[in-house]
Structures are given as C-alpha cells and as structure tokens.
C-alpha cells in the first residue's frame, strides 16, 4: 500500500495525541481509502472521576508522577545541589566564547544511517487477511466483554477539514461529561444530536436517554457512526435506549425520506421528532462560517416547528489562529458562531423565544482528556409563543445570518 503522506492541510485531534496509554487497532480501510482505528475510552469510577472546580484540570493531573523515591526524595530534587541551590555544585563557571555570550555545548547527533548499514525506514501501512483480523478483533472482544464502562469508537485520523467529523473531538467528551454528571436532565427524553461524526457522544446519551436520533451527512461517516453504535450495544441496551442514525443536511431544508436512500426518515420518525424532541446537542461543529449558519438556520426550523419547549446544549473549543487578514491571533470561527448565537437570542417572529447562557464547566469529569480553559458549553433555552404573537417588528430571520454579517 501508499505510504502514510501528511498534506498542509491535514488536521488532527487532540484527543489522539493526548490520551496516555490509548490503543488504537487499525481495523480496516473506509470506503475512501482511509485507515479506521478503534480507539476504547474508559468511564471513570466515582472514585476515579475528577472534581473540575478548577478549568485545566484532568489529563495533566494524571500525568504527574510525584512518587517518592527509596532515599525517601521526590524526583524534582534531582536538580538541587546539597545546599539546595539549583543545578548542584553552585561554583562550576559557565562557558562564554570570545564575545562575552554563553557557549552552549551540544551533544553531538550520529546519522541513524551511520555505522547501521539500514535505510530510512518510512511508515507502512500493512493490509491484514481477514482471518488475522477477525482473530485479533476476537481477542480485544474477550477482553472487554465484562467491562460495561468502556466506549469503543472506530474513527480516522489526521484528515482533511472535511472529514473531520471522523475524529473524535474534545467537545464530545465535554458534552459527554455534562451527560454523565446530570443524567436526571435527559432520562426518558428523546434528543436530537446535530453534526454527530463519530457518535460518542449519542452512546453516551443513549444510557439515559429513550430515543436518539444521531444525525450527520456522508454515506461513509454515517455507516462509520452506525458501526460504533453497534460495537456499543453493551450500554445502551441494559439502559433501555435506542440510536437511530440518520441523515440530516443543514444545507437542506427537509429531512429525506426516500426509502431507497439509505439513512433516510421514515414519515413516523419525522413526526416523532417534531411531537417528541426536547433536547437538540451538538459538540465541537462550528470551525466553518457556512456550516454554522447552516446550523442556526436547521436550529430555528426544527423549534419553530416544535409546539413544545426545547433545550439545545452546544459544546465547542474556542480555537486560536494567527490569521493574515489580521496579522494577530484570533478565533473567526469562534466569533462568528457568537455572532449567530446572540442573534438567535435576538430574533423575534412570533414563533418561539430563545435565551442563550453560557454554563461553567466544574461538573466532574468522567473521562480521561485534558479539560482546558477553551472549553465551553452553551444552553439555549427555546420556548413556543402564542401563535398571535406580534410579526410586525420581526428580526432577519437565520437565514439571513450570512448576508447580515457581512
């Protein structure tokens, strides 16, 4: 096969390089050529979880290793000198060359192909017979087959900015987290997730929720997320629950029902949803301006259509960028999702009200990532009004939202 190539624009989760002692077994290839691994994320105990009264805390924590030594001494005192002065024997001069500056004296590198008589050596991805396969994936079954707490997510990495939503991202594990700490909130209730990619975070809701529509586009993500929601059957099958993947398009208007598309609605589940869905969730879906008014614009027809109250919860990291346009740091695609958001809050047309918040981030952490302070979640509370609610003075509608900010 190819040899694994990283383009300039290839994008990777800090979910694959931050987790400490993850295994990721490369199952198969997708029906695009890419590689799919199958990651296990573990939900920590109650003596496990960690207490996030304090945003930053969690992987990091984890990582320290403190651990006294046999002469009774901590690690950090290996740089201290018997007085305590840093560096050991305070007396040794420094280096300086000619000038005056400090001469820093490198270890000198060896070429690893000096003296080793071996070429380069270039990572490959090596195809496996299905019968090695089918007997590894029995193996990783046997070991995980009592364990009810362990998540199994098949997902790529290092894609383009399209297929992003084939990583798993940590706007999932923080809604994941939120679900987990507040389960009283979803139990029973039948959710809609937007943008769902991977699908982590509808398995977690599943285990308390009645019914979830997992809803995403792109035949291949789909049967991706179809996939993990099967490998999770051990969940979301003792909790009652049930996934229902499905296809929802922002940049389309209806929901697709024709049968001979696969992930389509049926006419039943169309209703169900409109009669039933009480919170609408989506993590990590905003890093394009399109595709987030693409979501505000689904957001506000689905709920002008709901004659029932309705709660959108929306996790996302902020992420900084050094931007030309700018000659500085900044977040566009974090602004602009604001810019939406407030203008949702504004919007008056004699359908429903919104009311957005913004909610701390201390509830306790389930799972093993890295919370950091970019972190945020958001609550959008959406109440119907009296169908003779004034229209005169009504808002653009989202819709708009593109054409208004710019």
Not at 176 to 202: C, N, Q
């Given at each position: 096969?190819?040899?694994i190539?990283?383009?300039?624009?290839?994008?990777?989760?800090?979910?694959?390089?931050?987790?400490?002692?993850a295994?990721?077994?490369?199952?198969?290839?997708?029906?695009?050529?890419?590689?799919?691994?199958?990651?296990?994320?573990?939900i920590?105990?109650?003596?496990?979880k960690?207490?996030?009264?304090?945003?930053?805390?969690?992987?990091?924590?984890?990582?320290?290793?403190?651990?006294p030594?046999?002469?009774?001494?901590?690690?950090?005192?290996?740089?201290?000198?018997?007085?305590?002065?840093?560096?050991?024997?305070?007396?040794?001069?420094?280096?300086?060359?000619?000038?005056?500056d400090?001469d820093?004296?490198?270890?000198?590198?060896?070429?690893?192909?000096?003296?080793?008589?071996?070429?380069?050596?270039?990572?490959?991805?090596?195809?496996?017979?299905?019968?090695?396969?089918?007997e590894?994936?029995?193996?990783e079954?046997?070991?995980y087959?009592n364990?009810?707490?362990?998540?199994?997510?098949?997902?790529?990495?290092?894609?383009?900015?399209?297929?992003?939503?084939?990583?798993?991202?940590?706007?999932?594990?923080?809604?994941a987290?939120?679900?987990l700490?507040?389960?009283?909130?979803?139990?029973?209730a039948?959710?809609?997730?937007?943008?769902?990619?991977?699908?982590?975070?509808?398995?977690?809701?599943?285990?308390?929720?009645?019914?979830?529509y997992?809803?995403?586009?792109?035949?291949?993500?789909l049967?991706?997320?179809?996939?993990?929601?099967?490998?999770?059957?051990h969940?979301?099958?003792?909790?009652?629950?049930e996934?229902?993947?499905?296809?929802?398009?922002?940049?389309?208007?209806?929901?697709?029902?024709?049968?001979?598309?696969?992930?389509?609605?049926?006419?039943?589940?169309?209703?169900?949803?409109?009669?039933n869905?009480?919170?609408?969730?989506?993590?990590?879906?905003c890093?394009?301006?399109?595709?987030?008014?693409?979501?505000?614009?689904?957001l506000?027809?689905?709920?002008?259509?709901?004659?029932?109250?309705?709660?959108?919860?929306?996790?996302?990291?902020?992420?900084?960028?050094?931007t030309?346009?700018h000659?500085?740091?900044?977040?566009?695609a974090?602004?602009?999702?604001?810019?939406c958001l407030?203008?949702?809050?504004?919007l008056?047309?004699?359908?429903c009200?919104?009311?957005?918040?913004?909610?701390?981030?201390?509830?306790?952490?389930?799972?093993?990532?890295?919370r950091?302070?970019?972190?945020?979640?958001?609550k959008?509370?959406?109440?119907?009004?009296?169908?003779?609610?004034s229209?005169?003075?009504?808002?653009?509608?989202?819709?708009?939202?593109?054409?208004?900010?710019?």
């Amino acid at each position: 096969m190819d040899q694994i190539t990283f383009h300039h624009d290839t994008v990777l989760s800090d979910v694959h390089m931050l987790l400490p002692n993850a295994r990721r077994l490369m199952t198969r290839l997708n029906s695009v050529g890419q590689p799919v691994f199958l990651s296990k994320f573990r939900i920590l105990s109650d003596s496990e979880k960690h207490d996030n009264s304090e945003p930053g805390k969690g992987l990091k924590e984890t990582e320290q290793n403190d651990e006294p030594r046999e002469d009774g001494h901590k690690d950090t005192q290996e740089a201290q000198g018997k007085d305590g002065e840093e560096g050991g024997a305070g007396n040794v001069e420094p280096f300086l060359d000619v000038d005056g500056d400090l001469d820093v004296q490198h270890r000198p590198r060896k070429n690893p192909n000096e003296e080793s008589g071996r070429d380069l050596v270039c990572p490959i991805i090596l195809k496996q017979s299905n019968a090695a396969l089918e007997e590894e994936e029995e193996e990783e079954e046997d070991e995980y087959t009592n364990d009810k707490d362990i998540i199994k997510i098949e997902h790529t990495m290092a894609t383009t900015l399209e297929d992003v939503g084939k990583q798993v991202w940590l706007g999932a594990f923080l809604l994941a987290d939120f679900i987990l700490s507040k389960p009283h909130m979803f139990r029973g209730a039948t959710v809609l997730e937007l943008g769902a990619g991977t699908g982590l975070t509808s398995i977690v809701m599943a285990t308390v929720a009645k019914t979830l529509y997992c809803t995403d586009v792109g035949e291949d993500l789909l049967s991706m997320c179809k996939k993990n929601v099967t490998l999770n059957q051990h969940m979301i099958e003792p909790a009652g629950g049930e996934v229902r993947v499905r296809q929802l398009d922002w940049l389309q208007y209806d929901l697709c029902t024709d049968a001979d598309v696969e992930f389509s609605w049926t006419e039943e589940e169309v209703a169900d949803l409109y009669d039933n869905t009480k919170i609408i969730i989506a993590a990590d879906v905003c890093y394009d301006e399109d595709l987030t008014d693409g979501l505000f614009r689904t957001l506000y027809r689905l709920c002008s259509n709901f004659r029932h109250t309705c709660t959108i919860f929306i996790s996302l990291e902020k992420r900084m960028n050094f931007t030309l346009r700018h000659m500085d740091v900044s977040c566009d695609a974090y602004n602009h999702f604001s810019h939406c958001l407030f203008q949702l809050e504004d919007l008056v047309d004699g359908r429903c009200s919104f009311r957005v918040e913004q909610l701390p981030s201390d509830f306790a952490q389930f799972l093993l990532y890295e919370r950091i302070e970019q972190l945020e979640l958001w609550k959008v509370s959406v109440t119907p009004l009296p169908l003779h609610a004034s229209t005169v003075n009504a808002a653009p509608a989202p819709e708009d939202t593109k054409q208004s900010s710019s």
